[in-house]
């Protein structure tokens, strides 16, 4: 897929991009601009040039930042989630590129080495594992562009997988307090679920419920690939998705999206009904997997 086919739809979206990253609040189920007080709909991409299971921090290196940020201006995208980075590195100058050039960061806390592990959950869940995440925070705390930290990704992938649901939970709350307890500012703390017909419904609903506010999600991140090609609102299952999100009291986004089960170059359709009313009061935006060329063919 080439850059330059996704951009004038994407482009289109994003007529006049800030050249300031004032905080995003959260509030209902949106994101807010806290300077405008307008909402925030993530339009972004998913960038971790390596791939998602490689430890290669892409925002602590200044020459691949900001050659990529020039791309980024150019798709009119204004958040990139990045997977893992070292929180012992320096990213300030990236960060500031990033916010002079607009532009968010939803950041995963985890690293393929340090995460909430399916087979033992409670062996991972650590006082090491804890210490690593609560770095992170330290790190990116500081940013304004920091949109939010995800505190595992398709942890949950099946019905099996269910009973480490708990721990997603657990580190839900523990970086929410932590964030309290530094007396950082509030910054959204969420989970980015796979699209699990069987559960997906009650991973959600379990993220977002319980008298303890820490414990609950600030936000969810859907990995979602079902609509491919030429699909439609319907066809697609994203009528369907809505009706199913509708009433949830946190912001919904589409954390991964871009079905490349398709001849040729993705035609990238959804986005119009991503970003049109028929579901822009349930989901704030999207990002598309993914920025670079990896072994899963999905880059652009």
Same mark, same amino acid.
């Given at each position: 897929?080439?850059?330059?086919?996704?951009?004038? !739809?994407?482009?289109?979206?994003a %007529?006049?991009?800030?050249?300031?990253?004032?905080?995003?609040?959260?509030?209902?189920?949106?994101?807010?601009?806290?300077?405008?007080?307008?909402?925030?709909?993530?339009?972004?991409?998913?960038?971790? *040039?390596?791939?998602?299971?490689?430890?290669?921090d892409?925002?602590?290196?200044e020459?691949?930042?900001?050659?990529d940020i020039?791309?980024?201006?150019?798709?009119?995208?204004?958040?990139?989630?990045?997977? %893992?980075v070292?929180?012992?590195a320096?990213?300030?100058?990236?960060?500031?590129?990033? %916010?002079?050039?607009?532009i968010?960061?939803?950041?995963?806390?985890?690293?393929?080495?340090?995460?909430?592990?399916?087979?033992?959950?409670?062996?991972?869940?650590n006082?090491?594992?804890?210490?690593?995440?609560?770095?992170?925070?330290?790190?990116?705390?500081?940013y304004?562009?920091?949109?939010?930290?995800?505190?595992?990704?398709?942890?949950?992938?099946?019905?099996?997988?269910?009973?480490?649901?708990?721990?997603?939970?657990?580190?839900?709350?523990?970086?929410?307090?932590?964030?309290?307890?530094?007396?950082?500012?509030?910054?959204?703390?969420?989970?980015?679920?796979?699209?699990?017909?069987?559960v997906?419904?009650?991973l959600?609903?379990?993220?977002?419920?319980?008298?303890d506010?820490?414990?609950?999600?600030?936000?969810?991140? !859907?990995?979602?690939y079902?609509?491919?090609?030429?699909?439609?609102?319907?066809?697609?299952?994203?009528?369907?998705?809505?009706?199913m999100?509708?009433?949830?009291?946190?912001?919904?986004?589409?954390?991964?999206?871009?079905?490349?089960?398709?001849?040729?170059?993705? *035609?990238f359709?959804?986005?119009s009904?991503?970003y049109?009313?028929?579901?822009?009061?349930?989901?704030?935006?999207?990002?598309v997997?993914?920025y670079?060329?990896?072994?899963a063919?999905?880059?652009?």
């Amino acid at each position: 897929m080439k850059i330059s086919t996704i951009l004038p !739809v994407v482009a289109a979206l994003a %007529s006049i991009t800030k050249a300031a990253t004032p905080p995003i609040n959260v509030s209902g189920n949106a994101f807010w601009d806290t300077e405008t007080g307008e909402r925030f709909y993530i339009r972004g991409v998913d960038y971790q *040039p390596g791939g998602s299971s490689q430890l290669e921090d892409p925002i602590a290196d200044e020459e691949v930042c900001s050659r990529d940020i020039e791309y980024f201006k150019e798709l009119g995208l204004n958040t990139i989630r990045v997977y %893992s980075v070292d929180n012992s590195a320096d990213h300030s100058k990236c960060m500031s590129l990033l %916010s002079d050039a607009g532009i968010y960061l939803l950041l995963d806390v985890n690293t393929p080495d340090v995460a909430i592990s399916r087979v033992n959950p409670g062996c991972s869940y650590n006082a090491d594992y804890l210490q690593h995440i609560f770095a992170v925070v330290d790190e990116f705390s500081q940013y304004n562009n920091t949109l939010g930290f995800f505190a595992g990704n398709e942890v949950v992938n099946d019905v099996g997988s269910l009973y480490t649901a708990p721990y997603i939970k657990a580190v839900v709350r523990d970086l929410k307090k932590y964030i309290k307890a530094r007396d950082y500012r509030s910054i959204p703390v969420g989970y980015s679920a796979a699209d699990v017909a069987e559960v997906r419904v009650e991973l959600a609903d379990y993220l977002n419920c319980g008298n303890d506010t820490d414990a609950r999600v600030d936000m969810l991140g !859907v990995n979602d690939y079902s609509w491919c090609g030429q699909s439609s609102f319907v066809v697609s299952g994203y009528q369907q998705k809505v009706q199913m999100y509708s009433g949830y009291s946190s912001p919904i986004f589409l954390s991964e999206f871009g079905c490349n089960k398709v001849p040729g170059s993705r *035609p990238f359709t959804e986005i119009s009904s991503i970003y049109s009313l028929q579901m822009s009061s349930v989901f704030s935006g999207g990002l598309v997997y993914e920025y670079s060329q990896e072994e899963a063919n999905y880059g652009l």
